[in-house]
């Protein structure tokens, strides 16, 4: 029961001994399994729940409140922060409390409370920077 791990195969034709990364990778067998080497990449990004797009009405729940937020004057990096949080806050949530079948009902029906969360960090964020900046002058 031995791991065999050889260098990738050379092709010849038009273009010979190129070097394939694509299909290096393909036939690469490696130690430890793809999800354990590429970690979150594969799992589920940000924006999306188990891997597929859920639906445009989440983006606009998050536009009005990314609205709202410049509206009270905090800065782009916080409302990016903040969309960050409240995006994988849904997509996480579905993933580990949602049947396969369920995960893009259960994230649409969670979106309220993480914006309510995002909310909440973005105003505790902000008034700490505020305190900051005036502890300095």
């Not at 990738?8 to 393909?26: C, D, H, S, T, V």
């Not at 782009?76 to 994988?88: H, K, P, Q, T, V």
Request: aromatic share 10%.
């Amino acid at each position: 029961m031995g791991i065999e791990i050889g260098p990738p195969k050379k092709f010849y034709g038009e273009k010979a001994e190129r070097w394939y990364p694509g299909k290096f990778l393909k036939e690469w067998k490696p130690i430890l399994p793809r999800k354990k080497l590429l970690g979150e990449l594969l799992t589920s990004p940000p924006v999306l729940v188990g891997g597929e797009w859920v639906d445009s009405e989440i983006d606009k729940m998050i536009e009005a409140k990314k609205a709202e937020w410049r509206a009270k004057g905090y800065s782009e990096n916080l409302i990016r922060m903040a969309e960050d949080l409240c995006r994988g806050w849904i997509s996480k949530m579905a993933e580990a409390f949602a049947p396969p079948e369920l995960k893009q009902a259960v994230a649409r029906h969670i979106t309220p409370k993480a914006i309510e969360v995002a909310d909440a960090w973005i105003r505790r964020i902000g008034a700490a920077q505020l305190a900051s900046r005036q502890a300095l002058f």
